[in-house]
T-cell receptor, first 112, second 112 residues
Framework: KQEVTQIPAALSVPEGENLVLNCSFT??????LQWFRQDPGKGLTSLLL?????REQTSGRLNASLDKSSGRSTLYIAASQPGDSATYLC???????????FGSGTRLLVRP | KAGVTQTPRYLIKTRGQQVTLSCSPI?????VSWYQQTPGQGLQFLFE???????NKGNFPGRFSGRQFSNSRSEMNVSTLELGDSALYLC???????????FGSGTRLTVV
């Protein structure tokens, strides 16, 4: 059974810092992995989608990497801003299913 | 283009009642998935529909049901509501399922 873990559960950093959020999964038979952002009480905003054959994806200040064999993905945020404060979730889709399996998220606070 | 639209945004129901939530996917998207989000359990998969057929179902009791119409719009129904059904219900759409999901803003259901 696939399990997705995100560490740390919470992170507080000063504005301007570069930071890394971690996501690990136990079963490497994934089809893709998607990073989302969720603001309090809101829905999910998709940030990056990495297919299982890819190693990384970039969008603006965000870079996500995927190491399928070791069951890890990282989300790198460059030059963090207070507006980046949110909960970040990773989710995997398995080869054999259309459902997403989510981690419990990392709650990020960027202090001005 | 319009995103995923969920109605209503907020709902308060009494134990024992039933409720129907609606989701309109992005135009052209034929896959619709539903998720329940609670503080204790995080995001959990309910079911996924494609072209009016349920392809995957999560581990929820039979009180939770759904359907998809020919225009890809989807509804989920919860009968005999329990206090524990209080949650944010999120709908996600995808072109064919699994290659990147776009989420709606959710329906916040409170059962009293």
């Amino acid at each position: 059974k696939q399990e997705v873990t995100q560490i740390p559960a919470a992170l507080s950093v000063p504005e301007g810092e570069n930071l890394v959020l971690n996501c690990s999964f136990t079963d490497s038979a994934i089809y893709n992995l998607q990073w989302f952002r969720q603001d309090p009480g809101k829905g999910l905003t998709s940030l990056l989608l990495i297919q299982s054959s890819q190693r990384e994806q970039t969008s603006g200040r965000l870079n996500a990497s995927l190491d399928k064999s070791s069951g890890r993905s990282t989300l790198y945020i460059a030059a963090s801003q207070p507006g980046d404060s949110a909960t970040y979730l990773c989710a995997v889709r398995m080869d054999s299913s259309y459902k997403l399996i989510f981690g419990s998220g990392t709650r990020l606070l960027v202090r001005p | 283009k319009a995103g995923v639209t969920q109605t209503p945004r907020y709902l308060i129901k009494t134990r024992g009642q039933q409720v129907t939530l609606s989701c309109s996917p992005i135009s052209g998207h034929r896959s619709v998935s539903w998720y329940q989000q609670t503080p204790g359990q995080g995001l959990q998969f309910l079911f996924e529909y494609f072209s009016e057929t349920q392809r995957n179902k999560g581990n929820f009791p039979g009180r939770f049901s759904g359907r998809q119409f020919s225009n890809s719009r989807s509804e989920m129904n919860v009968s005999t509501l329990e206090l524990g059904d209080s949650a944010l219900y999120l709908c996600a759409s995808s072109l064919a399922g699994g290659n990147g999901y776009t989420f709606g803003s959710g329906t916040r259901l409170t059962v009293v």
